[in-house]
């Protein structure tokens, strides 16, 4: 039996020899784990600066998960050391320790129990962290929303400012008596008053320019007419001086020319011609009684060839027909009496 124990003893210490030996370096390890460990718990920062390298989360994740490698690679090394040393020292011991099937089942159990809540903790942190992608777009955006309500929120304070130091200038620049709110109404009111009857105003003297220029080109239209006139009578009164030898003949011409012009202001005859050797077309310009309006009226005088007989008349720029005027004084041959009747019929608003 002692022979038995001692080579046993000695198979013990040659497993001790060989384990020293094989250089796992379990001890450093460890002790340069809970070194990193407690330099992490007091600045985090290192994560980022030296232990990562980079504070990119792709190579953050690498890095954590070739850690995670590593500390699973660790624990199944110490779990095989320490289960090696404890059958070593179960070998080596003098007394057995007395294991049997209830103790192994209860070690099932146990195991069983441990591995529920090691899956139940699993499944917990693959649910935070299912949790944490689908709510980190979320809390992003509400992030981002937040941070534009606080800059809005911050714009909005420096224009209540402004608007406040603005107020305050225009209270110093306008002390009491303020202008209110319904004088401010008021003066408003009569301000589009006043303005509608300023555009009334502009309008009609738009009307009147407007009538102005009308007659201003009339008046030249006129002037232009009497212009080329003049210079036709004195190209005849030339013409007649130079056949003429009496010298009397320019003056009877002058007087003739304007009694002709008095006689035709006084009838208000404004042309006359004839249109053809027995066709004698007249136009007159008179202004109804009542009225500032002037009217147009052309008699269109037929006579018999070769005489004096009127043969008929034709009168435009009447209202109402005078047919029978026309027809009485044409059979009486009494061209005045018909220019004088219809003139009559003009200025009475016919």
């Keep these: 039996m002692d022979i038995d124990n001692s080579g046993k003893l000695e198979v013990a210490r040659a497993l001790q020899a060989k384990l020293d030996a094989a250089k796992l370096h379990i001890v450093e390890d460890q002790t340069r784990f809970d070194t990193l460990q407690s330099a992490l718990a007091k600045d985090p920062g290192l994560l980022s600066e030296g232990v990562a390298g980079t504070t990119d989360p792709a190579i953050v994740a690498a890095e954590v998960a070739s850690q995670i490698a590593f500390l699973r690679n660790l624990k199944f090394q110490y779990l095989e050391q320490k289960a090696k040393d404890q059958y070593v020292k179960t070998i080596v011991s003098d007394e057995a ?42 809390v992003e955006q509400d992030y981002n929303k937040a941070r534009s309500l606080t800059q809005e929120a911050a714009a909005l304070a420096r224009q209540i400012l402004d608007a406040r130091l603005t107020l305050t200038r225009l209270r110093q620049a306008h002390p009491h008596p303020r202008l209110t709110i319904p004088a401010a109404n008021a003066q408003l009111d009569a301000q589009v008053a006043e303005m509608q009857e300023l555009d009334d105003e502009l309008q009609s003297v738009t009307a009147r320019v407007e009538e102005v220029k009308e007659r201003v080109m009339a008046g030249s239209r006129e002037v232009e007419r009497l212009r080329v006139e003049r210079a036709d009578l004195e190209k005849t009164v030339k013409a007649g001086q130079d056949e ?107």
Aim: hydrophobic share 45%; net charge negative; with cysteine.
């Design 97 to 138: 320790p007395n294991i049997n099937a209830e103790d192994n089942e209860l070690l099932r159990i146990e195991n069983e129990r441990k591995k529920e809540i090691l899956s139940a903790a699993k499944a917990r942190l693959a649910e935070k962290y299912s949790d944490v992608r689908t709510l980190a777009p979320l």
């Design 244 to 350: 003429v030898q009496d010298g009397r003949v320019v003056g009877l011409y002058d007087w003739f020319t304007a009694s002709l012009a008095l006689y035709c202001e006084l009838v208000s005859l404004e042309t006359s011609h004839f249109e053809s050797e027995n066709e004698l077309h007249l136009s007159y310009v008179v202004t109804p009684t009542g009225s500032t309006e002037r009217r147009s009226i052309f008699i269109k005088l037929l006579f018999v060839p070769n005489s004096r007989q009127l043969a008929d008349a034709e009168v435009a720029g009447l209202a109402e027909d005078i047919g029978d005027v026309v027809g009485a004084h044409v059979q009486a041959n009494n061209v005045p009496g018909l220019i004088a009747a219809v003139l009559a019929r003009a200025r009475a608003g016919a």
